[in-house]
């Protein structure tokens, strides 16, 4: 298995833009996590979700970020409007079973920069 | 608010030294604690604890966790520059009968030779 795959792994953008990160989950995983690294705030889940569902989006800074699972190969996070300070790394991650107690798997993350 | 909190922020030890990693936390509904090594890309899983005073060992590298005192230590013993990487400790908590995961900002490990 190519393990979880992240696209793209680098963009940079202008204030206002949208953007959309992608994730492929490795195949046979329940869960799938979004997950926002920054020097300022350590790694900080967004979402998670279930079997496609998301199950808990408290994580999510506001409403310019959603995420979407529509099958369970794939799954998008899109801020609209970009801001600065939305400027870090995203990592995705997917684990089998049981969410957190099983081993998570993270993908190689995408590095965001707003200008 | 549920916080974790490890210590020190940064160490920095010669090869052969052994250094141990702190992981304080404040949560209700403890679930598990989980340890991870960031390198230059994304975390890689350690150990999960979930019971007190049941050791995890792993090479030179070895946990515990005292439910009690509500903290974990991460051991490295003979370390080596390999073992260079941000450590992160994480906690599981139940609320509302959904999981969430509290990340610590991590240690950042140097080892030099």
């Known amino acids: 298995d190519a393990g979880v795959i992240q696209s793209p792994r680098h963009e940079v953008t202008e204030m206002g833009q949208e953007v959309t990160l992608r994730c492929k989950p490795i195949s046979g995983h329940d869960y799938l996590f979004w997950y926002r690294q920054t020097m300022m705030r350590g790694l900080e889940l967004l979402i998670y979700?279930?079997?496609?569902?998301?199950?808990?989006d408290s994580g999510m800074p506001e409403d310019r970020f959603s995420a979407k699972m529509p099958n369970a190969s794939f799954s998008t996070l899109k801020i609209q409007p970009s801001e600065p300070r939305d400027s870090a790394v995203y990592f995705c991650?997917?684990?089998?079973?049981?969410?957190?107690?099983?081993?998570?798997?993270f993908g190689p993350g995408t590095r965001l920069t707003v200008l | 608010e549920d916080k974790v909190v490890q210590s020190p922020l940064s160490l920095v030890v010669h090869e052969g030294d052994t250094v141990t990693l702190n992981c304080s936390y404040e949560v209700t509904n403890f679930r598990s604690l989980l340890w991870y090594k960031q390198e230059k890309k994304a975390p890689t899983f350690l150990f999960m604890l979930?019971?007190?005073?049941i050791e995890k060992k792993s090479g030179r590298l070895s946990s515990i966790l005292d439910k009690k005192e509500l903290f974990s230590i991460l051991n490295i013993t003979a370390t080596q520059t390999g073992d260079s990487a941000v450590y992160l400790c994480a906690v599981e908590v139940m609320v509302y009968n959904t999981d969430k995961l509290i990340f610590g900002t991590g240690t950042r490990l140097q080892v030099f030779p």
């Open positions: 991650a997917s684990s089998y079973t049981r969410g957190f107690t099983d081993t998570q798997y």
């Open positions: 979930t019971s007190s005073g």
């Open positions: 979700f279930n079997n496609n569902v998301p199950i808990d």
